[in-house]
């Protein structure tokens, strides 16, 4: 995964974005050094050599530091405006749509489709086309939340019954990290989102794999695991299309396994973690609203087995 | 006199802390205390005296919240209405209770189900989330202290929110 930095911008808008960060650490640096030296040039030079008939000189002196000022603030105003202009009159056409929701503390993610079928639901990752802007529609599920991922564009909030809207594009395949960037509760560090940037073919053969439903369980083990999700409480939550499982309150599982992190990006996606934040998620991520589900060690193998062929 | 006033403040502090008490991980003692439960007053020779178990977060603040969360997750809204106020299930927020109005009953309510459409929710959610229901349930009828119960939603207030309402042109008030 890259580097989560505005300085390493990876797309369109961070690059913009990223400009105007240099800009202004360049003109704040020059002003820095000319303030410091001229500091050290009067501290040296001390008072004794101050001339009392010196009035017109300091008035000029004045003048002049109060024109720079001014003309450096102007000079940062005038990029910041150009910054703006520049990231509104950036193309959308044949733009990707999805619909981001936060919850506390997770993202739902949904590609958008005229046809209901074609809908790709997943959850704490984004994948996008590299080259194609993508319009992120926000939404909020409970509390005010905020998309921030430094590599591709700047932040933006996640307001209850409100629509906000992100647009970005990557310009080189990556993995990315964004994050909540606006305190929502005890899990808010904890509330990541791993953004995939792929090339247009990988992408659209991502999406492909994920209209799929499930797919059928094979050996015994995954049968009696699928039957132990849809019976016990994690079909009270969860969605896994392709199973009875069909809640819609917590992340999608129809293609969990595909998905490089668990608890929206708190621990790696391997066995051993999923089993650790099956039998006890609060221990993990203490407030989360999984509650423990108390399967036995048999339940718990059978539907780690079950949850590995979600690919 | 100060050192009283700030006894009494260290004191009312220490009170108000069970309304906010969380618990993510322990299960309440009471859990799981349905066997016994009474559908009917109806007993042979005299009444025994019924036992009242309270819900944990009977008048727990966070607990009633994550009862009024988990009522929409569990779609108990689609029966008994978004604020319990009743569609095709009776309605919860008065006080005709059909198998008891008791803590326990109305857990065991849940957990077991009752004939002609109440589905059982036993071993498909956890005990003390059901117990959260109980308690924001009771609250719906007004059982619940106010300062610890569940305020009302934006959409039953008597007027539009204004991070709801639409646009208004400015009006032209006063002298000009």
């Not at chain 1, 800009?23 to 008072?47: D, I, K, N, Q, S």
């Not at chain 1, 939340?145 to 809207?165: C, E, F, M, Y």
Request: contains cysteine.
């Amino acid at each position: 995964m890259h580097i989560q930095s505005v300085l390493h911008p990876a797309g369109v808008e961070a690059g913009i974005v990223s400009h105007l960060w240099w800009v202004m650490f360049w003109t704040c640096a020059v002003v820095w050094v000319a303030v410091a030296g001229g500091m050290l040039l009067a501290l040296r030079r001390g008072r004794a050599r101050t001339a009392p008939g010196s009035e017109r000189v300091l008035f000029r002196n004045v003048l002049v530091a109060t024109g720079i000022s001014i003309v450096a603030l102007v000079w940062l105003l005038f990029e910041s405006v150009l910054t703006g202009r520049a990231q509104e009159n950036l193309s959308t056409q044949h733009s990707l749509h999805i619909l981001v929701t936060g919850y506390q503390w997770w993202w739902d993610v949904e590609y958008e489709n005229p046809t209901p079928s074609l809908r790709v639901t997943t959850a704490n990752e984004l994948h996008i086309p590299v080259g194609r802007p993508v319009i992120v529609d926000l939404f909020s599920g409970d509390v005010i939340h905020s998309l921030w991922i430094p590599n591709l564009q700047g932040k933006i909030d996640l307001v209850p019954g409100r629509l906000n809207t992100l647009t970005l594009e990557a310009d080189r395949p990556g993995v990315y990290r964004g994050q909540c960037a606006e305190f929502c509760g005890a899990q808010h560090a904890h509330m990541a989102l791993v953004v995939v940037a792929d090339p247009p073919d990988i992408f659209e053969r991502w999406l492909t794999a994920n209209r799929a439903p499930a797919p059928p369980p094979g050996n015994p083990s995954q049968v009696r695991g699928k039957e132990v999700f849809e019976r016990g409480p994690c079909a009270m939550c969860h969605n896994i299309t392709g199973s009875l499982a069909s809640a819609h309150t917590a992340p999608d599982l129809t293609h969990v396994a595909s998905r490089s992190t668990i608890g929206a990006g708190t621990l790696p996606n391997t066995r051993g973690y999923l089993a650790g934040w099956i039998v006890d998620p609060q221990h993990i991520k203490p407030g989360n609203y999984m509650p423990p589900t108390g399967l036995s060690d048999e339940e718990l193998q059978a539907v780690l087995d079950y949850l590995e062929t979600l690919k | 006199m100060k050192r009283i006033v700030i006894l009494i403040a260290a004191a009312a502090l220490v009170a108000a802390c069970e309304r906010e008490t969380r618990r993510y991980q322990e299960l309440p003692a009471a859990a799981n205390r349905e066997t016994g439960v009474r559908l009917t007053v109806l007993q042979p020779g005299a009444p025994q005296q019924h036992e009242t178990v309270q819900s944990p977060y009977q008048n727990n603040a966070w607990g009633m919240a994550q009862g009024k969360r988990l009522f929409a997750s569990y779609n108990c809204v689609g029966c008994h209405g978004v604020n319990g106020g009743g569609a095709i299930g009776p309605a919860l927020k008065d006080d005709k209770w059909i198998y008891g109005s008791h803590p326990d009953q109305i857990y065991s309510t849940i957990s077991q189900g009752r004939p002609d459409g109440m589905p059982s929710f036993g071993g498909h959610i956890p005990a003390d989330q059901i117990w959260m229901l109980v308690a924001y349930v009771q609250s719906m009828g007004g059982a619940a202290p106010k300062d610890a119960a569940p305020s009302r939603n934006d959409d039953q207030m008597s007027a539009v929110p204004e991070s709801r309402a639409g646009f208004t042109p400015p009006v032209q008030t006063g002298h000009r």
